[in-house]
């Protein structure tokens, strides 16, 4: 089988199409021939070796979170997928141990980790992360829902998002902005988001952003977003200077949740104007597996369509990434092997 491994950490160029041998599933595995894989900055930030839980020994390595496609083989134990079913995995990679897989959530495992190996022709799997596919959703359109998709449904019930809410996207065009605003839109909340480029706005407003801020500089945004209203909750996937900006406009009493940091690891914020104002601030990770099932039902009623930007071949992964690296997208870049 073909694969997309990073060989060298040098960003997009270091991906390489190799050939591996086509692996047998374990008795609580299954192999998925992969029809689509998107890609996200998580995988980005392994090929610009940003991420120090891999080195050179890790070489070569399969990037690759999400992805669908069809059963292809199961293990001896496996009974609730067969050959010819199709299938959305789950990325969530968990112990099944810990007081939080036990009791729940199961993304505040304590040794939660992710599954990587979607970039390729075929994939190993647990059984167990599996979640079949209505015949009326694409598995491109599944292929876009674990990480982004997942991680904004998440922070949005996080903030406990109802109608009427007013929800602030710092960096709507990204992948967890883009899903916010449409599950923002389908939850009956109102969204105001920033973007860098008006063109990129532009497409956000067709898919649901109800007020666009054409900028980034955090007192030029705060003024904007206070002519708009006060927000109840604010979706940070930025992290940075972005963190005290998203406290300052959110109203008392609010909910800003914490998925990333792309704009700075750390933050510098005013403690006293957390806890005068009842402010509160919430650290979130991907989701959890039934949420994900919600997502694919809503695909499937036809409520939410997930925004593709565009999709590339495997022998073009190195592009996709360059594409990502370069932001030159809006939505969800999907490989399709």
Same mark, same amino acid.
């Given at each position: 089988m073909r694969v997309a491994a990073l060989t060298e950490f040098t960003g997009p160029d270091g991906?390489?199409?190799?050939?591996?041998?086509? @692996?047998?599933?374990?008795?609580?595995?299954?192999?998925?021939? %992969?029809?689509? *894989?998107? +890609?996200?900055?998580?995988?980005?930030?392994?090929?610009?070796g940003a991420d120090t839980r891999y080195?050179?020994?890790?070489?070569?390595?399969?990037?690759?979170l999400d992805l669908a496609g069809e059963v292809r083989a199961v293990g001896d134990d496996v009974t609730a997928?067969?050959?010819?079913?199709?299938?959305?995995?789950?990325?969530?990679?968990?112990?099944?141990?810990?007081?939080?897989?036990?009791e729940g959530p199961e993304n505040r495992c304590e040794s939660f980790t992710l599954f990587h190996g979607s970039l390729a022709e075929t994939a190993l799997v647990d059984a167990n992360r599996l979640i079949e596919l209505p015949e009326n959703v694409s598995s491109t359109e599944a292929a876009?829902?674990?990480?982004?998709?997942?991680?904004?449904?998440?922070?949005?019930?996080?903030?406990?998002?109802?109608?009427?809410?007013?929800?602030?996207? @710092?960096?709507?065009?990204?992948?967890?902005g883009v899903?916010? %605003?449409?599950? *923002?839109? +389908?939850?009956?909340?109102r969204t105001v988001g920033t973007s860098s480029s008006r063109s990129k706005l532009d497409r956000m407003k067709a898919i649901g952003l109800d007020h666009a801020i054409h900028g980034t500089d955090p007192d030029d945004i705060r003024a904007a977003v206070r002519e708009v209203g006060t927000p109840d909750a604010v979706l940070n996937h930025l992290g940075g200077e972005y963190t005290q900006l998203g406290l300052d406009v959110l109203r008392r009493g609010g909910r800003m949740v914490v998925c990333g940091g792309t704009a700075g690891r750390y933050s510098e914020i005013d403690v006293p104007g957390i806890f005068l104002k009842h402010k509160q601030l919430i650290g979130s990770t991907m989701g959890t597996q039934p949420e994900l099932s919600t997502l694919v039902e809503l695909v499937a009623d036809g409520r939410l369509t997930p925004e593709i930007d565009e999709t590339y071949p495997l022998a073009a992964t190195a592009d996709a990434f360059d594409a990502m690296q370069n932001r030159t997208s809006v939505g969800k870049i999907v490989v399709t092997p």
């Open positions: 991906i390489s199409i190799l050939e591996r041998p086509t @692996p047998d599933p374990g008795p609580d595995e299954v192999l998925v021939t %992969v029809e689509a *894989a998107s +890609i996200n900055h998580h995988d980005l930030w392994i090929l610009n080195d050179t020994e890790d070489l070569p390595f399969v990037p690759g997928v067969e050959p010819g079913d199709r299938v959305l995995l789950c990325p969530n990679q968990t112990c099944g141990t810990c007081r939080f897989c036990r876009a829902l674990p990480t982004a998709y997942l991680t904004a449904y998440h922070m949005l019930r996080q903030a406990a998002v109802g109608p009427g809410d007013l929800v602030f996207v @710092p960096g709507a065009t990204g992948g967890v899903a916010g %605003v449409q599950l *923002a839109d +389908i939850l009956g909340a």
